[in-house]
């Protein structure tokens, strides 16, 4: 099984990172993807959101057909919308992959590629009303969303909890507490600065408890 996460230049973090940490766990105790892959258009270095560089594994010339494809928001999506080499690659790649996930703002690249019209999805709070004015997608404001084969979360560390119901869906739930209790992934349900009573605030956050 060959799980992929593409990157590029300003990509957000935890966007990424968030869910190739529960990837790897998965993968190390529980029969996950026999290979993780970080894929980059080339092999160049790059630099992420908050300057983190890091080097992808493989390019997308060498890449694998992959089972699983998994875009990261940030910045940079801004410029990959019109990426034509990194949409073809996503698109692709898609044709015969089980199912794609994106994270944040990778929700848009995910939309270019063709792949969210008709969908439910779900983005970063500072971007909700950006994805209802495609027009074609319907938004739900929750942490993740999945729609059939297409998954999408919330920004930055949702991307974790996207992934966690993710590996439940496809391996089960004894599968995911494994990699939950291996990575002891139990977030605080604290709210600090009553943050939630923003005005932009997500419909999710506004709801919960805690």
């Not at 594994?57 to 919308?81: H, K």
């Not at 599968?175 to 605080?188: D, N, R, T």
């Amino acid at each position: 099984m060959n799980f992929g996460i593409v990157v590029f230049n300003q990509v957000e973090e935890l966007d990424f990172v968030g869910p190739w940490e529960m990837l790897t766990m998965w993968s190390k105790f529980a029969d996950g993807p026999t290979n993780c892959l970080i894929v980059g258009q080339t092999l160049d270095l790059i630099v992420c959101a908050k300057g983190l560089s890091i080097n992808p594994q493989i390019s997308f010339a060498d890449c694998p057909p992959l089972d699983y494809l998994l875009i990261p928001g940030g910045q940079g999506t801004r410029l990959e919308v019109s990426n034509t080499v990194l949409l073809d690659f996503i698109a692709t790649q898609a044709r015969n992959c089980k199912a794609v996930l994106s994270v944040c703002t990778g929700a848009f690249v995910m939309h270019a590629a063709g792949l969210l019209s008709g969908k439910k999805a779900t983005t970063h709070w500072g971007s909700l009303e950006r994805l209802r004015a495609l027009g074609d997608v319907e938004v739900v404001e929750q942490r993740f969303v999945q729609d059939g084969n297409v998954w999408s979360s919330a920004g930055v560390s949702a991307g974790t909890d996207l992934m966690l119901a993710f590996i439940a869906s496809v391996a089960g739930e004894k599968a995911a507490g494994k990699v939950q209790f291996a990575a002891e992934y139990y977030p605080a349900s604290t709210k600090y600065g009553d943050f939630e009573n923003h005005a932009q605030a997500p419909a999710y956050i506004k709801s919960s408890g805690g």
